[in-house]
């Protein structure tokens, strides 16, 4: 089994010694722990709205990574969000996170949803194509390295590699590229205990507190299968890479591209970085979409990941 937790990095002995004890009381269970960076320090904070919160943040990474040194299921990895803000520091970025922090893996992600700041959408695509690329390059000559001591994680790896694809594909082209199972196996709860499909769709399935803390009968209930049916049928599609990450871990269809990406990682190929002149900034966020088209069911049973959700 594997964890992934994301932390602001602010408490950095709160974190470290829940980390500690985590992997002490699950030694069976790989934990990776992410740290949000967002830009270089004045970047950073300013995203963040915290002072020090880039200074605390480098100090709870250095913390984790002593103890990942000591404890064999523990991973470190550092997740940033690609935005209008921070596209021109990743040169500086790369150097910083690959070649100093040294982390287990850079997650970096496209901004997505309604930003405090919505300036902050207005990212360039092939900029983001282009740290990708680089990223890629790194994976495969060994200067970054994937969660190394991870169960599966050339396979995860290679799912990554098509996530990536995949958002690209679906930004570039503004179109519907997977079925999403938002609402089938995963879902997101707010801290008042409302449940959702996803953090970007404005559906509610119902509310904890409500139901008695039973979320099986949430789950099970009319409204829950009329989002997912909603879900299926428009092709409701998006960029947000965690869900991706599941619809295609989860679709039998998209596993012979997840081999075929193993073998061009092998092969050192790599993702073909923008040549041409920028597109310019991403049209728009993009919404969920609404076609009537029928979902193709797969009938894969598996298990349901919860993300806990603030409310904005
Ligand atoms: S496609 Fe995106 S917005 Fe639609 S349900 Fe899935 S995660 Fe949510």
Same mark, same amino acid.
């Given at each position: 089994m594997t964890l992934s937790i994301n932390t602001n990095g602010i408490q950095t002995y709160k974190i470290v010694d829940s980390a500690e004890r985590l992997v002490a009381r699950c030694p069976e269970t790989f934990v990776g722990i992410l740290c949000s960076l967002d830009g270089l320090q004045a970047t950073h904070d300013r995203i963040r709205g915290v002072p020090r919160n880039f200074e605390r943040t480098i100090e709870t990474f250095h913390a984790l990574a002593k103890l990942r040194d000591r404890v064999p299921n523990l991973g470190v990895g550092i997740t940033t969000t690609f935005c209008a803000w921070n596209q021109d520091e990743m040169d500086e970025m790369f150097e910083l996170v690959v070649r100093k922090l040294k982390p287990d893996n850079w997650d970096l992600s496209f901004v997505r949803g309604e930003a405090m700041v919505?300036?902050?959408?207005?990212?360039?695509?092939?900029?983001?194509?282009?740290?990708?690329?680089?990223?890629?390059? #790194? =994976?495969?000559?060994?200067?970054?390295? =994937? =969660?190394? *001591?991870?169960?599966?994680?050339?396979? !995860? %790896?290679?799912?990554?590699?098509?996530?990536?694809?995949?958002?690209?594909?679906?930004?570039?082209?503004?179109?519907?590229?997977?079925?999403?199972?938002?609402? #089938?196996?995963?879902?997101?709860?707010?801290?008042?205990?409302?449940?959702?499909?996803?953090?970007?769709?404005?559906?509610?399935?119902? *509310?904890?507190?409500?139901?008695?803390?039973?979320?099986?009968?949430?789950?099970?209930?009319?409204?829950?299968?009329?989002?997912?049916?909603? !879900? %299926?049928?428009?092709?409701?599609?998006?960029? %947000?890479?965690? *869900?991706?990450? !599941?619809?295609?871990?989860f679709n039998p269809a998209a596993y012979p591209r997840i081999a075929g990406e193993m073998v061009r990682e092998a092969m050192g190929v790599s993702l073909a970085p923008d040549r041409g002149a920028s597109p310019g900034p991403a049209a728009a966020p993009l919404a969920p979409q609404a076609k009537a088209t029928l979902h193709r069911e797969t009938g894969v049973r598996a298990p349901i990941r919860i993300t806990a959700r603030r409310k904005s």
């Open positions: 919505p300036a902050i959408e207005l990212a360039d695509v092939a900029k983001y194509r282009n740290i990708k690329a680089r990223l890629e390059r #790194a =994976y495969a000559d060994g200067e970054l390295r =994937y =969660y190394s *001591n991870m169960p599966l994680a050339r396979f !995860v %790896h290679a799912k990554e590699r098509l996530s990536t694809r995949t958002v690209l594909k679906t930004l570039e082209t503004g179109t519907y590229q997977t079925p999403c199972y938002a609402g #089938a196996l995963s879902a997101v709860i707010s801290e008042e205990g409302d449940v959702y499909p996803c953090e970007l769709l404005n559906r509610k399935i119902g *509310n904890l507190r409500e139901a008695n803390y039973d979320f099986r009968a949430l789950w099970a209930a009319e409204e829950a299968r009329e989002i997912r049916e909603f !879900v %299926h049928k428009s092709k409701c599609f998006c960029t %947000h890479e965690c *869900n991706m990450s !599941v619809n295609l871990l």
